[in-house]
């Protein structure tokens, strides 16, 4: 089994994660999706690559939450103790913990490239099965979204924190030599000022998804240290593109703006994001993998910092829509004014830097939610997680 053809990609149903797998795909590649499909985890991301759309589950791992999947080597389904459940797809296989070698295997010698692995990141047990047949972890997975981390940080703390502590520990317990590329983000700095971050600045992160992600951040660096595991991390600035769940700024005004609703802004709307477009992202994610110093972090920043407020207007324009939509809300506790990366380390050592014009990829971004309205409708129709989350956030202003 040649491990070097074999990539565990976790949180690959998720946006950026999904982005990475369907290019990592049409290069050729061999990749292992490990995904608890969450809320905005979709499948419908990397469904085209499903062979037949059929996924793993281990006996040995906790049942995912909030599915109802069916079985095929089950007399009935297999519920996980929710009522969401999603059409066609099936586990194949459920296999054992010596079962595992038969069954990647099985995969790397068939002509699929995807093999779907249902399954918690932090099941420690799992990844100890599976890590020895693979060279490469790229790890996504993680709570995002700064809104939900104030109405709840704990599943932030759970999967951010303890979800990449598991990888670390499996990898520790089993003497593990492959890479780990660990997926950071701009936030764990704070706010900025006049100068852009560089890696040298402190961390000084203000909301509960920063601070969870400074934590997994810091302890990928210590397992680096105290154990010699191979591990980078990247710290990517505001990401946006096809895909990305409708929750954040840009997919969430576009949709808006084409159901003609009103689009709730923050505060005075001057807060500035260093944009970059998500083909970039995973661009330096795979520089970082193929050139990246163990233990270093590179910041992967967008060159563009706009203010949310010029971004929804640029959306509204290329939507042909007014700008009466946009309505001030009150502004989130502890909203940070600024993000702003100098990714001058990443251009010299890994030899990238963003290619993407912002206003380009915004309107490529924008066309990608127009024509695929039924992606979006879905999440907008049939997810109660979502419907629940914006009257709760919006409800004063939306």
Same mark, same amino acid.
């Given at each position: 089994?040649?491990?070097?053809?074999?990539?565990?990609?976790?949180?690959?149903?998720?946006?950026?994660?999904?982005?990475?797998?369907?290019?990592?795909?049409?290069?050729?590649?061999?990749?292992?999706?490990?995904?608890?499909?969450?809320?905005?985890?979709?499948?419908?991301?990397?469904?085209?690559?499903?062979?037949?759309?059929?996924?793993?589950?281990?006996?040995?791992?906790?049942?995912?939450?909030?599915?109802?999947?069916?079985?095929?080597?089950?007399?009935?389904?297999?519920?996980?103790?929710?009522?969401?459940?999603?059409?066609?797809?099936?586990?194949?296989?459920?296999?054992?913990?010596?079962?595992?070698?038969?069954?990647?295997?099985?995969?790397?010698?068939?002509?699929?490239?995807?093999?779907?692995?249902?399954?918690?990141?932090?099941?420690?047990?799992?990844?100890?099965?599976?890590?020895?047949?693979?060279?490469?972890?790229?790890?996504?997975?993680?709570?995002?979204?700064?809104?939900?981390?104030?109405?709840?940080?704990?599943?932030?703390?759970?999967? $951010?924190?303890?979800?990449?502590?598991?990888?670390?520990?499996?990898? +520790?317990?089993?003497?593990? *030599? !492959? =890479?780990?590329?660990? %997926?950071?983000?701009?936030?764990?700095?704070?706010?900025?000022?006049?100068?852009?971050?560089?890696?040298?600045?402190?961390?000084?992160?203000?909301?509960?998804?920063?601070?969870?992600?400074?934590?997994?951040?810091?302890?990928?660096?210590?397992?680096?240290?105290?154990?010699?595991?191979?591990?980078?991390?990247?710290?990517?600035?505001?990401?946006?593109?096809?895909?990305?769940?409708?929750?954040?700024?840009?997919?969430?005004?576009?949709?808006?703006?084409?159901?003609?609703?009103?689009?709730?802004?923050?505060?005075?709307?001057?807060?500035?994001? $260093?944009?970059?477009?998500?083909?970039?992202?995973?661009?330096?994610? +795979?520089?970082?993998?193929? *050139? !990246? =110093?163990?233990?270093? %972090?590179?910041?992967?920043?967008?060159?563009?910092?706009?203010?949310?407020?010029?971004?929804?207007?640029?959306?509204?324009?290329?939507?042909?829509?007014?700008?009466?939509?946009?309505?001030?809300?009150?502004?989130?506790?502890?909203?940070?004014?600024?993000?702003?990366?100098?990714?001058?380390?990443?251009?010299?050592?890994?030899?990238?830097?963003?290619?993407?014009?912002?206003?380009?990829?915004?309107?490529?971004?924008?066309?990608?939610?127009?024509?695929?309205?039924?992606?979006?409708?879905?999440?907008?129709?049939?997810?109660?997680?979502?419907?629940?989350?914006?009257?709760?956030?919006?409800?004063?202003?939306?």
């Amino acid at each position: 089994m040649d491990r070097q053809k074999m990539t565990i990609v976790t949180g690959g149903c998720g946006f950026i994660g999904s982005n990475y797998v369907r290019q990592a795909i049409e290069k050729g590649e061999k990749v292992l999706v490990f995904d608890a499909l969450t809320y905005a985890g979709r499948i419908e991301n990397i469904q085209e690559h499903l062979s037949q759309k059929v996924i793993y589950q281990p006996v040995f791992g906790s049942l995912p939450r909030r599915l109802s999947i069916e079985c095929a080597e089950c007399s009935d389904s297999r519920p996980a103790g929710n009522d969401k459940s999603i059409e066609g797809l099936f586990v194949e296989k459920l296999f054992t913990t010596d079962q595992t070698e038969d069954v990647l295997t099985e995969w790397l010698e068939s002509e699929s490239q995807l093999l779907f692995l249902l399954a918690d990141v932090s099941n420690i047990e799992v990844w100890q099965t599976i890590l020895p047949y693979f060279q490469t972890v790229i790890h996504f997975a993680a709570e995002t979204h700064v809104d939900r981390s104030i109405l709840s940080a704990e599943p932030f703390i759970f999967s $951010d924190v303890h979800g990449t502590f598991a990888i670390l520990d499996a990898i +520790r317990k089993s003497s593990w *030599k !492959g =890479r780990l590329l660990h %997926v950071s983000t701009d936030e764990v700095y704070g706010e900025a000022k006049d100068e852009p971050f560089t890696e040298d600045s402190p961390l000084q992160p203000r909301n509960p998804y920063s601070v969870a992600k400074t934590s997994a951040d810091r302890m990928v660096a210590s397992f680096v240290h105290t154990y010699g595991i191979d591990a980078v991390i990247v710290r990517p600035s505001n990401n946006f593109g096809p895909h990305q769940y409708p929750e954040k700024l840009i997919p969430l005004m576009t949709i808006r703006a084409l159901l003609n609703q009103p689009l709730p802004i923050y505060g005075d709307g001057l807060q500035e994001r $260093d944009w970059l477009f998500v083909k970039d992202s995973i661009a330096g994610v +795979r520089a970082a993998v193929e *050139k !990246g =110093r163990s233990g270093e %972090v590179y910041n992967l920043g967008g060159g563009s910092p706009q203010k949310n407020i010029d971004v929804v207007k640029k959306i509204l324009s290329l939507i042909g829509r007014p700008e009466s939509l946009i309505k001030h809300v009150k502004d989130r506790p502890g909203h940070d004014r600024k993000y702003w990366l100098d990714f001058g380390k990443a251009e010299r050592e890994l030899g990238w830097k963003p290619e993407a014009d912002f206003d380009q990829a915004l309107e490529e971004t924008v066309n990608w939610y127009l024509a695929n309205k039924d992606w979006w409708k879905t999440v907008l129709e049939a997810d109660q997680e979502f419907k629940a989350f914006f009257q709760a956030w919006y409800q004063a202003g939306a």
